[in-house]
């Protein structure tokens, strides 16, 4: 059986869990609200204070989708609660985030500045050479920093790009030469 799909999902105070028809689940908490339409083979039961997901049977489908089932819950009620976060790091001479307004500016050696707007729901801070990326919702807040990263991705020589804080890059030697 699924040692994660298996786990009861705890509610903490403040948070309000609602499961309509067709797994529609609704979160509420003191950062907002996340609604997210489940798979529908999934039994989702609230049961005192805390969600408790079951599968019909042992089919490979059904095995894989009770985990994911149940970690999607849980990452809503965290989303709701602490909320989540991704630090990125600008690394190279000349390259530099800034933020206007609702806008994030980014110089990365390109014949022209890159604009990013914040999505709805989604925050980026800038402090120095660090970007944070903070949002209620885990896969909105992966994907844009996974967007932020895209537009100039760490090369292997001189490491120089927009890399996650936590990442490490592997390093390549460069060119000698003759002798």
């Given amino acids: 059986m699924s040692r994660i799909g298996r786990m009861p999902i ?3 105070a403040g948070v309000t869990v ?5 797994n529609k689940v609704t979160v509420k908490g003191p950062k907002g609200t996340l609604e997210r339409v489940l798979p529908s083979e999934m039994e989702i039961k609230l049961e005192g204070a805390e969600v408790i997901v079951s599968r019909p049977n ?5 095995k894989s ?30 390259y530099r985030a ?8 980014l110089t990365l050696g390109y014949s022209h500045p890159v604009e990013m707007e914040d999505p709805e729901g989604i925050e980026t801070t800038v402090e120095q ?11 909105k807040v992966g994907q844009f920093a996974a967007e932020i990263r895209d537009k100039r991705r760490p090369e292997p020589y001189k490491g120089k790009g927009i890399k996650y804080v936590d990442e490490t890059i592997r390093r390549k030697v460069g060119k000698t030469g003759k002798k």
């Fill in 18 to 22: 609602d499961i309509a028809e067709n």
């Fill in 58 to 62: 042992d089919l490979k489908k059904m």
């Fill in 10 to 12: 705890a509610i903490p």
């Fill in 98 to 105: 800034a933020k206007q307004g609702k806008k994030l500016n």
């Fill in 65 to 94: 989708l009770h985990g994911l089932t149940r970690t999607l819950i849980n990452n809503m009620v965290v989303g709701v609660t602490t909320g989540f976060e991704k630090k990125l790091e600008v690394n190279g001479v000349g």
């Fill in 129 to 139: 050479n660090i970007i944070t990326v903070k949002g209620i919702d885990k896969e």
